[in-house]
């Protein structure tokens, strides 16, 4: 497994820069993050904060339209998070192939 700063590169946070990088510059809500990303809060939001504290995500809270009206906290990649997330996941995808040829069977892309 490779590392972005502290951070290790593991399946789920594979997912979870996938999801981002669907569109790049988009905020993103973190229950949004999680039906795409396919993972439970208490997986999410700790990958989030350690990708917070490398910089490689900001976020922001929403001001509520409306009375009542929860408020959402939304993520970004930075733009070294950007360029960070999309050269970890190209080596992870090489990785992938690799294993996949040593093994002797054609190559699937990781989940996300």
Known sequence: ???????RITGPLERVL????TDPAAPR?????M??????SGTL????ARLEQQRLVASAWE????????PR???RLTGEGIRVARLELAEASAR?????????RPARESPG
Request: positive net charge.
């Open 35 to 40: 039906k795409a990303a396919r993972l439970q």
């Open 45 to 48: 939001y700790p990958l989030l």
């Open 18 to 21: 996938r999801a981002f990088l």
């Open 96 to 104: 992938h192939r690799s294993v996949a040829a040593r093994a002797g």
């Open 63 to 70: 001001t509520p339209q409306q009375h009542g009206q929860r």
């Open 1 to 7: 497994m490779c590392r972005i700063g502290s951070v």
């Open 29 to 33: 809500y973190g229950y949004d993050l």
């Open 73 to 75: 906290k939304y993520y």
